[in-house]
């Protein structure tokens, strides 16, 4: 679902900075139980997704991003394949939500390495799982 939204809506995006060109030459993994193809420069992962995640991971490039999947990350947090984690909180209260972690959520100790805070109000926390180091994919 979150591929199909995002593809629909970047494919024919453009901006003076640039990022809508990045956001569409990027490769893309799509982690899905239901699509048999995807466009738009992206892959779909099939089978064991922790076992290809893996692999991905070993290849040289950049980091690997997960977008609006909760069920993917904890899947991904389960096979100590998480190196980083950026939480974006804003400063509103909507009163429901889907929770990230669930009570099945393995215990995972985290070290804050970076916060910004902007004007917004929208402060950023990025942590490394506590026993790893900055650089892994």
Known sequence: MTY??????WQSMTDEAG??????SLPK???STTLQEAEWNSS???GDVTKEVAKL???P????????????VRTLMQHDLVDEYRFMVHPVVIGRGTRLFDEESNKT???L?????FDSGVVILTYHPAQKKAGGR
């Open 4 to 9: 199909e939204a995002f593809a629909k809506a």
């Open 19 to 24: 990022f809508a060109d990045r956001m569409n």
């Open 29 to 31: 993994y799509v982690a």
């Open 44 to 46: 779909v992962i099939k």
């Open 57 to 59: 991971k070993q290849q």
């Open 61 to 72: 490039g950049q980091d690997l991003l997960v977008a609006g999947s909760g069920q993917l």
């Open 109 to 111: 100790a985290l070290q």
């Open 113 to 117: 390495v970076d916060h910004v805070t």
